[in-house]
């Protein structure tokens, strides 16, 4: 990861960034936080992320595990960063998976693989509990949430890093790409009570976050205190 100056950071503070970068290589947002774009969906494409350490050796993967992304990953390692960790914010992210976990934690320099507990991951490899008491989240500064998820566990990622970053998983889906707005959605769940349960997650979220960095959509950047309560009170309300 190259490092840019301050006015390159301020242009990359915008969707058209993320659109124009190209797939499969990492696009630096803010200080130590990338993105990395993944295989196209429906709506856009599938987003990993990176935190980079203040010590600049340590690297944090947030759903980082497709074909697309292997190159990038493999690079770090070869440029003499440790992957500390790769979380899977939910078990739909392993779905597109280039390979199983022990291929995925062996290309990223033996890097723990972490996920909720409750996942639907079906895989021999012996994921470490991310809601747990973990080494990791101490050392990049994070707090994890539970929320109830499809098909098993899912997370939201907080760090408190750059005035505070929220890592939705699929847990808010951003506009698309091809799209002028930016607003923020509850995925469709599989259950009215699943429903109702990640939306009350949601109205209970009480941290200040001034980015969002959701698994498919466009990201927010740089949000006022009133602009985090309008996202919290839409991903809150449930629709009679």
Same mark, same amino acid.
Do not use: C
């Given at each position: 990861?190259?490092? %840019?100056?301050?006015?390159?950071?301020?242009?990359?503070?915008?969707?058209?960034?993320?659109?124009?970068?190209?797939?499969?290589?990492?696009?630096?947002?803010?200080?130590?936080?990338?993105? =990395?774009?993944?295989?196209?969906?429906?709506?856009?494409?599938?987003?990993?992320?990176? =935190?980079?350490?203040?010590?600049?050796?340590?690297?944090?993967?947030?759903?980082? %595990?497709?074909?697309?992304?292997?190159?990038? %990953?493999?690079?770090?390692?070869?440029?003499?960063?440790?992957?500390?960790?790769? =979380?899977?914010?939910?078990?739909? %992210?392993?779905?597109?998976?280039?390979?199983?976990?022990?291929?995925?934690? #062996?290309?990223?320099?033996?890097?723990? =693989?972490?996920?909720?507990?409750?996942? !639907?991951?079906?895989?021999?490899?012996?994921?470490?509990?991310?809601? $747990?008491?973990? #080494?990791?989240?101490?050392?990049?500064?994070?707090?994890?949430? @539970?929320?109830? $998820?499809?098909?098993?566990?899912?997370?939201?990622?907080?760090?408190?890093?750059? @005035?505070?970053?929220?890592?939705?998983?699929?847990?808010?889906?951003?506009?698309?790409?091809? *799209?002028? #707005?930016?607003?923020?959605?509850?995925?469709?769940?599989?259950?009215?009570?699943?429903?109702?349960?990640?939306?009350?997650?949601?109205?209970?979220?009480? #941290? !200040?976050?001034?980015?969002?960095?959701?698994?498919?959509?466009?990201?927010?950047?740089?949000?006022?205190?009133?602009?985090? *309560?309008?996202?919290?009170?839409?991903?809150?309300?449930?629709?009679?």
């Amino acid at each position: 990861m190259k490092t %840019v100056d301050k006015m390159e950071i301020l242009h990359s503070q915008t969707a058209e960034f993320i659109l124009q970068g190209e797939t499969g290589k990492f696009l630096k947002l803010i200080p130590d936080t990338f993105i =990395i774009k993944g295989s196209e969906q429906e709506n856009g494409f599938n987003q990993g992320y990176a =935190i980079r350490h203040i010590n600049r050796k340590d690297i944090l993967l947030i759903d980082v %595990v497709e074909k697309e992304t292997l190159k990038a %990953v493999k690079q770090l390692v070869t440029d003499g960063y440790t992957i500390k960790g790769i =979380i899977l914010s939910n078990s739909s %992210v392993y779905k597109n998976a280039y390979a199983d976990l022990k291929t995925i934690s #062996e290309d990223a320099g033996g890097a723990p =693989i972490f996920a909720h507990p409750r996942n !639907s991951i079906k895989d021999d490899y012996n994921l470490k509990d991310i809601t $747990g008491k973990q #080494e990791v989240t101490k050392h990049f500064g994070l707090k994890i949430y @539970d929320l109830p $998820g499809n098909g098993g566990g899912s997370i939201l990622i907080y760090s408190d890093i750059n @005035d505070g970053m929220l890592f939705t998983g699929e847990d808010a889906i951003g506009s698309s790409y091809s *799209t002028e #707005e930016n607003n923020f959605s509850r995925p469709t769940m599989d259950s009215k009570n699943s429903e109702f349960g990640l939306a009350e997650s949601w109205g209970a979220f009480e #941290e !200040s976050f001034s980015y969002l960095f959701p698994l498919h959509g466009k990201p927010a950047f740089n949000l006022e205190d009133g602009e985090q *309560t309008d996202i919290l009170n839409k991903l809150s309300r449930i629709q009679s």
